[in-house]
């Protein structure tokens, strides 16, 4: 089946640093882009809405500035927290979707901590 | 807003027992329902959805029926096996003016099953 990447898997960072996190469609090409937040024992959140060649829709509540969203190819999406703080840490989740079968596949997730 | 609301775990099972996770939602609409499953490392993989009330998705001998009256979405096997151990997504999606389905999950409930 279809397959998306993310790396890192995990990543340790220093308040106030930013850190990068990609998303990509191994073997289909993705217009739109998922990427969600889990907290401990929460349910997965949608952040935004990554559509390539254009600007991502963010959900309510999620800041713009805070987290970049750049999705600059048919395969690769990437999200960027800048000045992190530990409050952003959580495990982030990217799905694509594949427009062909209308079906999201979903990536294996990036865990930060910052301390 | 949406919900999914599914049973808190972990659930753990001795192999060949029978397993139920219940899951309920809450929607304006009518909904399309989905299991997720996610073994540990992997991302989430679809594994099985229905579409409208009375359906019944099924794979891998894991059953659930789309209840509009209890607006439940039950997810049952008959005999779990060692490899089922993983975190269960139930989710739903409605209709978006956006041409793609959000998807809301709920929190998740992780299955164990013992030899």
């Known amino acids: 089946g279809a397959v998306v990447s993310q790396h890192p898997s995990w990543v340790i960072c220093k308040s106030g640093t930013s850190v990068k996190i990609e998303c990509r469609s191994l073997?289909?090409?993705?217009?739109?882009m998922f990427w969600y937040r889990q907290f401990p024992k929460q349910s997965l959140m949608l952040m935004a809405t990554?559509?390539?060649?254009?600007?991502?829709?963010?959900e309510q509540g999620v800041e713009k500035d805070k987290f970049l969203i750049n999705h600059a190819s048919l395969t690769l999406s990437t999200l960027t927290v800048t000045s992190a703080h530990p409050e952003d840490s959580s495990f982030y989740i990217c799905s694509a979707r594949d427009s062909r079968t209308d079906t999201q596949y979903f990536g294996p997730g990036t865990r930060l901590t910052v301390l | 807003g949406n919900s999914v609301t599914q049973m808190e775990g972990p659930v753990t099972l001795s192999e060949e027992a029978f397993l139920t996770i219940n899951c309920t939602y809450t929607a304006t609409g009518y909904p399309s329902l989905f299991w997720y499953v996610q073994y540990p490392g992997e991302g989430l993989q679809l594994l099985l959805k229905?579409?409208?009330?009375?359906d019944k998705g099924s794979n891998k001998g894991f059953e659930a029926t789309y209840r509009k009256e209890t607006t439940s979405f039950h997810l049952e096997k008959g005999s779990v096996q060692v490899s089922d151990s993983a975190v269960y997504f139930c989710?739903?999606?409605?209709?978006?003016?956006?041409?793609?389905?959000?998807?809301?999950f709920g929190t998740g409930t992780k299955l164990q099953v013992i030899p």
């Open positions: 073997d289909f090409q993705a217009t739109t």
């Open positions: 229905a579409t409208k009330a009375d």
């Open positions: 990554s559509n390539e060649g254009s600007k991502a829709t963010y």
């Open positions: 989710a739903l999606t409605m209709p978006y003016s956006g041409g793609y389905q959000k998807v809301t």
